[in-house]
């Protein structure tokens, strides 16, 4: 691939990077930062380590935890902080300026890391250390270390390292330039309206926020339809015309297929929107990960990732997802055919969502469109997700209006513990944009560690359309869900209290780490949550008893759907790293086609959540052959969910619980091992089974 050189901005001095800020917890002074800031203190930070890194081998002292583990975990500090802040921007406000420099700073941060975690002689230390009288966090953090320098190549023969670092460098320049294209391919891929009639079932309040967003596009007098990252976009469920139904569809389940949507079976006789196709990157990335595993003796990619995960194995997790496809694929036809009878006709895909919202107001008297005036952002917020935090761990939030983010849409709020300490500071961007990334994340800015003294800073990011000027952002359920399931991962990082860095927060096996996001959502609905928030933007007036008992009666309606989709997405993210050639899939459209069938999820009318052209989680991120983490993750929430249940649910002693034994241990210890302290024993399926009804 050709990177293009970042474009040259004169740097400010002194670099705000190149010091530790002195503004609280230590976020970063984004205000006084300019771009080239963050290639100057990523340049100085890979340098500083390399030398602090070269104090450790060298040194003529035998090899103690405080002279090895502690400098180790204590060194790059400068590189860390500029890292997390440019990762930070690059994500939620990547402007042309931030995509070049991420093109040219994401390989070299990669050999970076390669050239530390394979130093044969870092290695042999680490190993010499003599861990008889250290703590189980230190014996944990010497493990850590040992393992992942194993995973990584370190007992490789020089050739065949040479060649991982090499892979590793051209993956990091292929995944970087697979995120920007997509970003851009989104924002291409946003559908323009003519007229408000073809919008007809969307609310006063989306149809001024589309007319809007067209106007800041230069389409004065028409609508704008923004995309999210999945498949399935939200408004699908109110439009009553089904021809824009489709226009939204097929631009979506198009993204990133360039000419290949011509002949896409999701086209729905559409012309294609898309005008790049990503494909042949995402499948030279899959090529050098077969690659690459086979370096390491694994058969595929799969095997090679699953090895370093909470899983025994990936016939395992292989094992899980092929058991619950037919029972998923069984409720969707059940659900298919509903929608069917209410339609009077099949149903296509871009059908769905509307019939399926029809269904439910049908049967369980339930209207998704209807309840959103009472499910206002600030209001979700702050008496519903904040709250939540406050019943279960004592936490109190606090709006700083004197700090300031990375954008203008950025709010900070500051974190006290029940004591009244300050925990950290807590950032929430909720706004769409051109330079944001799709989707929904939540990523560390500052990390925890009781060695180096540092307090958490954290950010969530959303994707919500932003309200004309003056009117109230009202949510969807789904939209309400992503925001406890997003401030859960918040709270991992929040509630870390470790010693080491390198063991904190979120920083735990990746089939891990959706298991804290996933249990928070439960308060979403739990009644002393739903009723403090809950309420009418207009009016106040509580969200009516009756209506509530339908939502909890709903709550099983349309998981046929919901788990098809997304096993389509994991098992088509297992296909792609089960390949052995190590030459790239000449028709990538073929493949995905070919192992949807063979998944038993060629299910028409229900697309994977993610299409190859789009999957940034596989081929942008760090969930590459992990996408079965979701589920994976959900049998422990799913188990939790019980546990507080049985135990009186909402309370300040069940929070501290699991404040105590899961949050608040990072991966100081095995994230299982905190997991049976937490609740007693080895997790059960069957709460999995019954949430999703597939048992």
Not at 41 to 63: C, F, S
Not at 396 to 414: K, N
Request: aromatic residues 8%; contains cysteine; charged residues 25%.
């Amino acid at each position: 691939m050709t990177t293009s050189s970042p474009t040259t901005t004169p740097v400010a001095q002194p670099n705000p990077l190149l010091t530790v800020s002195a503004l609280p917890y230590g976020l970063p002074d984004y205000g006084a930062i300019v771009p080239e800031h963050y290639r100057e203190a990523i340049e100085a930070g890979i340098a500083a380590r390399r030398g602090e890194i070269e104090l450790i081998v060298t040194n003529p002292e035998p090899a103690t935890v405080q002279n090895t583990l502690v400098r180790l975990d204590t060194a790059g500090q400068l590189l860390r902080r500029a890292a997390l802040a440019f990762l930070t921007v690059q994500l939620a406000d990547a402007t042309p300026a931030i995509t070049d420099l991420a093109a040219a700073l994401k390989p070299a941060m990669q050999a970076a890391d390669d050239d530390v975690v394979l130093d044969r002689g870092l290695y042999e230390r680490i190993r010499a250390v003599d861990l008889t009288d250290a703590d189980d966090e230190t014996r944990r953090l010497a493990e850590d270390l040992l393992r992942d320098a194993v995973h990584r190549g370190i007992e490789l023969d020089d050739a065949a390292q040479q060649r991982v670092r090499a892979i590793n460098t051209t993956i990091a320049e292929l995944t970087t330039e697979f995120s920007a294209l997509v970003q851009q391919e989104g924002n291409d891929a946003a559908v323009l309206v003519d007229t408000a009639e073809e919008l007809d079932g969307l609310s006063a309040d989306d149809l001024a926020a589309a007319a809007q967003a067209a106007e800041e596009a230069g389409h004065p007098g028409q609508y704008l339809i923004t995309l999210i990252l999945p498949s399935n976009q939200p408004v699908l469920s109110a439009l009553t015309d089904s021809t824009t139904r489709r226009r939204i569809h097929t631009a979506s389940v198009n993204r990133g297929l360039g000419a290949q949507a011509d002949n896409s079976a999701e086209n729905g006789g559409e012309a294609p929107t898309s005008r790049t196709d990503v494909t042949p990157i995402a499948a030279r990335v899959a090529a050098l990960r077969a690659e690459k595993a086979q370096l390491f003796g694994f058969a595929n990619y799969a095997e090679y990732a699953v090895e370093n995960q909470t899983a025994p194995d990936y016939a395992s997790v292989r094992a899980m997802l092929e058991r619950l496809a037919p029972a998923a694929v069984r409720n969707a036809g059940a659900e298919r055919d509903a929608l069917a009878d209410a339609a009077g006709t099949a149903v296509e895909a871009w059908d769905w969502s509307f019939w399926s919202d029809a269904v439910r107001r049908e049967r369980y008297g339930v209207d998704g469109a209807a309840l959103r005036p009472w499910f206002e952002l600030d209001r979700v917020l702050t008496d519903g997700v904040f709250f939540a935090a406050h019943e279960l761990y004592g936490l109190s939030f606090t709006e700083r209006t004197d700090l300031a983010g990375y954008h203008p849409d950025v709010r900070v709020w500051e974190v006290h513990d029940a004591d009244g300490a300050g925990l950290g500071l807590f950032l929430g961007d909720y706004w769409t944009r051109p330079t944001k990334n799709g989707g929904a994340w939540m990523n560390p800015i500052v990390e925890q560690s009781r060695l180096l003294g540092d307090k958490p800073v954290v950010v969530n990011n959303l994707n919500l359309t932003k309200p004309a000027p003056g009117e109230p952002a009202l949510l969807t359920l789904d939209e309400v869900t992503t925001c406890f399931h997003e401030f859960g991962h918040a709270l991992h990082g929040l509630l870390s209290d470790v010693t080491y860095r390198r063991l904190s927060g979120t920083d735990v096996p990746r089939d891990f780490v959706e298991y804290p996001s996933q249990v928070n959502e439960m308060w979403m609905l739990w009644p002393e949550v739903l009723a403090n928030y809950a309420r009418h933007h207009r009016t106040g007036e509580p969200l009516p008893a009756e209506t509530v008992e339908k939502l909890l009666a709903a709550q099983q309606w349309g998981e046929g759907f919901a788990t098809t989709e997304y096993l389509g997405a994991a098992l088509l993210d297992l296909a792609w790293h089960e390949q052995t050639d190590t030459e790239p899939v000449a028709d990538p459209l073929a493949f995905e086609q070919e192992a949807l069938a063979q998944a038993g999820l060629a299910v028409e009318a229900v697309p994977p959540r993610y299409r190859t052209g789009y999957f940034k989680h596989i081929f942008a991120s760090e969930y590459a052959a992990g996408y079965y983490s979701y589920i994976w993750s959900e049998v422990l929430d799913a188990d939790t969910v019980e546990w507080f249940r049985e135990n009186g649910g909402l309370s300040r002693e069940n929070g501290d619980t699991f404040r105590r034994e899961l949050l608040g241990r990072g991966n100081s210890r095995d994230p299982l091992a905190s997991f049976r302290a937490f609740r007693g024993r080895d997790a059960a399926v069957d709460p999995l089974l019954a949430r999703r009804g597939l048992d």
